[in-house]
């Protein structure tokens, strides 16, 4: 009996197409941040500030994220930031 063409051996493709896979899940499910423009961010740092997520503090002219306590003093950096927050807070719950 021979033995088998290495170049015909196709057993370890289906773990680089699983591997491959798992990488094209991974990267589908991260939050993309650089999509927000200024419409988009003036909303949901409307929507924080009506749910009470963060404060205005108009003396400073800064925007303060209250579970983080970090002050922002631009509506997109703030919008982006909470972003970046919520799925790196919502990705540990889902670890645990």
């Known amino acids: 009996m021979t033995d088998p063409d290495i170049l015909d051996d ?12 798992l990488a094209q899940d991974r990267d589908a499910a991260r939050v993309v941040t650089a999509d927000i ?5 003036q909303k949901l740092v409307s929507d924080l ?23 922002f003093d631009s509506i997109r950096q ?12 919502d990705g540990h719950e889902a670890d645990e």
């Open 10 to 21: 196709t057993g370890d493709d289906h773990e680089r197409l699983e591997t491959e896979l």
């Open 37 to 41: 423009d200024e419409t988009t961010a």
């Open 49 to 71: 500030v009506d749910d009470g997520v963060v404060t205005a503090v108009a003396e400073q002219r800064v925007l303060v994220h209250e579970p983080s306590t970090e002050a």
């Open 78 to 89: 703030l919008a982006v930031f909470h972003c970046g927050w919520s799925a790196a807070r």
